[in-house]
């Protein structure tokens, strides 16, 4: 695996911890709302921190797509230039 | 240039004013930085420019606007106003994997309005060709696209003061959209009214707002009332207000803003996320009116930010709680600008027996229940508080919210049945709400119809239900959903659902699937609850009864075990008064 497609699944983790802190170990395949139940709040928390962590603007249209941690992963990616 | 508060015939009128002057709408980014400067001038030159290309779509048409904060939502609002079209502004968010249900709820109000003309900005506007494949809207695209358009000589005769300003479509649920249809002198009258007799302005007030442009306190609050007024506004997405509630706070500072609204769970937001180093580089001393509106009022909420923010020179005398709703436009009333919240305190367990609001004496061994003023109606309000068989009660008493106004809606688009059952052929609304006055000021304390409302956006049970319904095992009327209230006072959406199904993992299996249902959707967490078939009451007609199957769950759940369970993914209940499984 590449460096930077680590970098990127790092963020993301780190930035789920912030938002919920109080997960546990997460799968990649693990629906981010229905399982860990992420409220729209949280999300956006998890989300700022990807965009300040990253320098990067996440679109909306990023966010419809994903429903869990590793499609979340695939579509910072994409907008971070690293797919 | 002198202020002129509101009072025009009709939109067109008010821009054709504000253009005289400097002022105007400013953009900032989610880093903070101004990005565009609308003034009004330019923002009525483009309209009229946009809207001599508009016309072809013939007088009174629907345009669906997908309603991003965003500079190109407002040369198209307003020229759909200048070429005598009928605006609909649609939700622009999106929840976490929500494409599916983002894109069909679009589709059923772009179709409901019969949009001959449908415009996203770029963010959006992939999702928007998506809802309206297939549906007889002539022209989808950008602004871009919309230029290119052939231009006509003239615009036509501008919108008359009976002619509709907008569709509104705040009120629906998703599978049934409601669009109130409000005409120019409704908006125009409610507006008069709202800043000469709520809050008066000033040449010195400035507005700050992150309200989305789709919502009733958003649009006509701000994108139209500001207009109005020729006030300067200062936006900031919604979006981008969720991730950083404290740009709200910086730039309101920054720019010495004096008036923003916002719904309780904004002042919420932003006082979990203030830290002591902020407030020490903000000065809030300039704001004046820190507008309070769209849900139930929680005075801790309120009184958390004002302490918060106090260092920061923020009065708490500034909070204007208000009372409003889209069926008439937006306010129906306001509290004494300048006071703060004023609180009622009555006997809790009197108005629980007895709907009597009667005032609380200290130290007496009954329940104390607080409720903040919302003030008195504006002028050309009628207000009535009325018992369930339709008589006026005398003051204290709690009842159905009735009112009427000109700034009353003509009812909801192409429905009829929903129009009949809120608004009277005399044109009294029912606002299926709930209060009582005391010396004629209004105090909100519930709602006679069954509906959520969670961080200010209203959800009705029918939409929960039905995604339960969905579900393969689930049949219909099988599913109940209601709210309950929280540790810290905000809603907490309930469903139980009633299921044949023994097998620990299928039912894991089916709250998995509901729970990424009403996310996708709504983008909430909501509390599951299975229970064995024939555990939902009826009504004596058989038609389920939500408030029945509340008061059963709560019995079957004590307020400790609702709050852990808020945390876990659902709850298995044998119907009885215990809870056999979690």
Known sequence: MPEATDKVERVVREALKIACPDIGIVDGNTHLASELGLDSAQVMDMIMEIEDRLDISIPVAAIAEAHTLNDLCNSVRRVAGEA | MDLRLAVFPTLTEALDYAAQGQTGFNYYNGRGDLTTVLPYSELRERARALGRRLQGLGRGARVALVAHTHPDFMVMFYACQYAALVPVPLPAAIHLGGHEAYVRHLRQMVSDCKAAAAFATSDFIDLLREAATGLPVQITGTLADFDQLPDHAQLPEPPRADELAYLQYTSGSTRFPRGTMITQA?????????????????????????????????????????????????????????????????????????????????????????????????????????????????????????????????????????????????????????????????????????????????????????????????????????????????????????????????????????????????????????????????????????????????????????????????????????????????????????????DPREQAELADRLHEAISQEFGIRCLIELVPPHTLPRTSSGKLSRRGTRKDFLDRHDEERIREAAYLRFLVSDGGRRPVAA
């Not at chain 2, 509630?245 to 006082?271: C, E, V």
């Not at chain 2, 208000?322 to 937006?330: I, K, V, W």
């Not at chain 2, 809120?422 to 009294?428: G, I, K, P, Q, Y």
């Open chain 2, 186 to 502: 409704s908006v125009m009258h409610n507006l008069e009214a709202i800043f000469n007799h709520g809050f008066r302005l000033t040449q010195e007030d400035r507005f700050f707002s992150w309200l989305p442009y789709y919502h009733d306190m958003g649009l006509v609050g701000i994108v139209l009332g500001c207009m109005a007024t020729q006030r300067s506004v200062d936006f900031l997405g919604s979006r981008e207000f969720a991730m950083r509630p404290r740009l709200w706070l910086k730039l309101m500072s920054q720019n010495r803003a004096t008036i923003s609204f916002s719904p309780p769970f904004g002042y919420a937001l932003a006082a979990r996320r203030i830290t002591p180093k902020d407030t020490e580089s903000l000065d809030l001393s300039a704001w004046r009116v820190a507008g309070v509106g769209a849900e139930m009022i929680h005075p801790e909420w309120l009184e958390a930010f004002a302490t918060a923010l106090k260092p920061a020179g923020f009065k708490p005398s500034a909070f204007l709680p208000s009372y409003g709703m889209a069926e008439c436009a937006l306010a129906v009333s306001f509290a004494t600008v300048g006071a703060g919240m004023q609180i009622d305190s009555v006997d809790g367990d009197l108005l629980s027996d007895t709907a009597e609001a009667k005032p609380y004496v200290e130290g007496a061994p009954t329940r104390r229940k607080d409720f903040v003023s919302c003030g008195p109606p504006l002028p050309g309000f009628e207000v009535e508080v009325r018992a369930e068989d339709g008589q006026l009660l005398p003051e204290r008493r709690v009842g159905r919210i009735h009112l009427r106004s000109p700034s009353v809606m003509n009812g909801y688009y192409n429905a009829p049945e929903p129009t009949a059952e809120v608004l009277s052929a005399d044109r009294w609304l029912n606002t299926g709400d709930l209060g009582y006055f005391a010396n004629g000021v209004l105090y909100l304390t519930g709602r006679a119809k069954d509906l959520l409302i969670i961080n200010g956006r209203n959800i009705w049970p029918q939409d929960l239900e039905s995604l339960a319904e969905l579900q393969p095992e689930v049949r219909p009327t099988d599913a109940s959903a209601f709210s309950v209230s929280g540790s810290d006072g905000t809603e907490v959406a309930v469903l139980v659902v009633q299921v044949r199904e023994n």
